[in-house]
């Protein structure tokens, strides 16, 4: 949460040596399908693949969660994996605040 914008959400490749390499790609929640669009077009061509919707719907739901719950401070979902039965998140961390 930004302190002046409110919820941001980032979207990028994971890992400590991408992070150094490419910047997120950051929108203003309530995000919406052109934003998620535009974030996806952002990763590198072929990272999301046909998963792209399932990926789509993870930003949309971080998104209204972080609008209907103003006591999250920051939520981290990292690495996200995207597989045939659907997105599965392998490690998050919800960070509440005051």
């Known amino acids: 949460r ?3 914008f409110g919820p941001v959400v980032a979207l990028g490749p994971g890992g400590s040596e991408v992070e150094r390499l ?3 790609a950051l929108r203003l929640a309530p995000l919406d399908l052109h934003d ?18 399932a990926l789509a719907a993870v930003l949309l ?3 209204d969660l972080l609008m209907g719950a103003p006591q999250v401070a920051e939520i981290d979902v990292n690495p996200v994996r995207l597989t045939p ?3 599965w998140a392998l490690d998050a961390l919800v960070v509440l605040g005051p």
């Open 61 to 63: 739901a971080v998104s």
């Open 22 to 24: 490419a910047a997120p």
């Open 2 to 4: 930004d302190p002046a």
């Open 36 to 53: 998620v669009d535009e974030m996806l077009a952002g990763l590198a061509p072929g990272l999301v693949g046909d998963e792209g919707p």
């Open 85 to 87: 039965s659907g997105p």
